[in-house]
Structure formats: structure tokens, C-alpha cells
């Protein structure tokens, strides 16, 4: 019923910038919470950027002052632009997005397939 597509990912040199973009479409009554999250080769997932329920922004240490989530309500899309990219950087991103299909309906955690992003020169 709910699907997210991400978009952006690719090879950049370090210093770069990519902005990844995460659009959730079917039945959708409302979108509550979104995330980004990463996983390395050999690593556990860990979030990267957050929007709260209440509308508030989180980012893991090891990206502020460098990613900033943003999102598009009237288009169902999360962002995540990410500057001063660095070869630690390099995993698979995936998003999340906390959705209610109808109208009084609970909310349910939906995830996208992820996309590659590569930090090397």
C-alpha cells in the first residue's frame, strides 16, 4: 500500500555534496516522523538525521554542521543534503517514514530499498 523510493546516491570525491530524496507514495493519510539512517559494509545501521513527531530535528554527532534533513509535506518527501562529504560517509542510505493510511488509523514504520553513497577520490 505504502511504498518509498530514494534517490541521489553515487560516487562524489571527498569535500562533495549529494542531496538524497526519499518519496513515499499510496494510500497515505498522514506522515508523522522520518528519518534517515546509514549502514556501512561490516557495520550495524545507525540514524543519521531524524524528524521528530513533533516537528524537531536530530542528527548523529559525526554529521552536524555537515547534513541537514528537510522535508516537502505536500509532496511526501524527506530530504537529506549532505556537504563536506568524507570517506567514512560511504554506506548504503536508507529512510524511514512513520505513516497512517487512513483517518484514525494507526501509524506504521514503512522503509525504502536504500541508496548508495560512495565518498573516495
Known amino acids: 500500500q505504502v511504498q518509498l523510493v530514494e534517490s541521489g546516491g553515487g560516487l562524489v570525491q571527498p569535500g562533495g555534496s549529494l542531496r538524497l530524496s526519499c518519496v513515499a507514495s499510496g494510500s497515505i493519510f498522514r506522515i508523522d516522523a522520518m528519518g534517515w539512517y546509514r549502514q556501512a559494509p561490516g557495520k550495524q545501521r545507525e540514524v543519521v538525521a531524524t524528524f521528530t513527531s513533533a516537528g524537531s530535528t536530530n542528527y548523529a554527532d559525526s554529521v552536524k554542521g555537515r547534513f541537514t534533513i528537510s522535508r516537502d509535506n505536500a509532496k511526501n518527501t524527506v530530504y537529506l543534503q549532505m556537504n563536506s562529504l568524507k570517506p567514512e560517509d560511504t554506506a548504503v542510505y536508507t529512510c524511514?517514514?512513520?505513516?497512517?493510511?487512513?483517518?484514525?488509523?494507526?501509524?506504521?514504520?514503512?522503509w525504502g530499498q536504500g541508496t548508495q553513497v560512495t565518498v573516495s577520490s
Open positions: 524511514n517514514q512513520v505513516i497512517a493510511t487512513r483517518r484514525g488509523g494507526p501509524f506504521s514504520m514503512y
